[in-house]
């Protein structure tokens, strides 16, 4: 009890640093948890991540949140209500965050250690999956590392958050009938029964089939799998691969994240009548980066056959760019 007390402490400590009428990066910075309280949230979290399976089940109400890459402001609007910020709303329905919640933006260390907390204090209504930014290379190559060094300098702090990443379930499946992954199907992995068969404790690799889940994008294109993807990792999954892996595993569509549109949604399969909603990408990050004018949303599932796109809407604060790598593509 006196722990829950504490991470709810943290939590809300999080969170108002980011309502006040004049805040200041500094000022959210001050906020974070401290390294050891960091430590124990990650001690904590990895303990229900390792717990849960590769594929979680979650039921309706939920939200599915796509990628939110340290946008930690604008993440915070899925929980708003008149009366400001209520994470409360997490025990009457539930929140499905698709990955890569670390890198590009400003407030990776705020962002998942809210998200963490979020985990702790709600577990079985909220929902981790890994992103392809989820891993070591990823973070060295972007922001994540360095905000660590920046903001727990002398610690492990970067080693200990990827020690977590490597715990983070892959997907999940709502009311049977909606499969979230971040990047989509892959090659030599046909069924749910063998993504649930796989060891995913452990960094994610270039290339292969665990891989692929976290960085392919779909392409109307083409049938069956490309290596066509300009990512350097990854595939393009076409529409027959589609339609045999919803109907082998009973599932009507697939939601996913990974790609930014300036719609802030993506039906990719849209001109092919009976796929049409086979496929949804989600982009929970209006003006990405800081830079691109493109629109964020969210999805909201209020029982299976019932689901709205709800805009997410940037909340502007005075920072820095803070964009100093401009390959936005990955
Ligand atoms: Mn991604």
């Not at 705020?110 to 979020?118: A, K, M, N, R, V």
Request: aromatic share 12%; charged share 25%; net charge positive.
């Amino acid at each position: 009890m006196e722990k829950t007390k504490n991470y709810k402490k943290l939590i809300n400590i999080l969170i108002s640093s980011t309502q006040k009428n004049k805040t200041s990066e500094q000022k959210v910075h001050q906020a974070l948890p401290n390294i050891k309280n960091a430590k124990l949230i990650c001690k904590q979290v990895k303990k229900l991540f390792s717990q849960e399976p590769n594929i979680v089940f979650v039921r309706t109400p939920t939200n599915v949140i796509g990628d939110s890459h340290g946008q930690f402001f604008d993440l915070l609007q899925v929980f708003k209500e008149e009366a400001g910020i209520n994470i409360e709303k997490c025990r009457n329905e539930s929140f499905i965050f698709l990955g890569d919640y670390v890198d590009r933006g400003n407030w990776s260390l705020q962002l998942i250690l809210f998200l963490f907390l979020l985990k702790i204090l709600y577990p079985t209504n909220v929902t981790l999956i890994r992103g392809n930014h989820e891993c070591r290379e990823t973070t060295m190559l972007y922001r994540f590392s360095k905000d660590c060094k920046k903001i727990y300098p002398n610690t492990n702090a970067w080693e200990m958050f990827l020690d977590v990443f490597n715990t983070l379930p892959i997907a999940c499946v709502i009311d049977s009938k909606y499969f979230c992954v971040h990047g989509g199907i892959s090659q030599g992995l046909n069924t749910i029964q063998s993504i649930r068969e796989l060891d995913r404790f452990k960094d994610i690799p270039k290339n292969g089939k665990f891989s692929e889940l976290f960085w392919n994008d779909p392409n109307s294109e083409i049938d069956y799998f490309s290596n066509l993807s300009p990512r350097g990792s990854g595939m393009h999954y076409g529409k027959k691969a589609v339609k045999e892996f919803l109907s082998n595993n009973r599932i009507e569509s697939i939601f996913r994240s990974h790609q930014k549109f300036e719609e802030g949604f993506n039906l990719p399969f849209e001109n092919i009548k009976e796929l049409k909603l086979s496929v949804l990408t989600i982009w929970s990050m209006p003006n990405y980066g800081y830079i691109n004018q493109n629109k964020g949303y969210y999805l909201k599932l209020s029982s299976d056959s019932d689901f709205n796109l709800k805009q997410l809407v940037e909340i502007k604060i005075s920072h820095d760019p803070g964009h100093e790598e401009n390959n936005l593509e990955n």
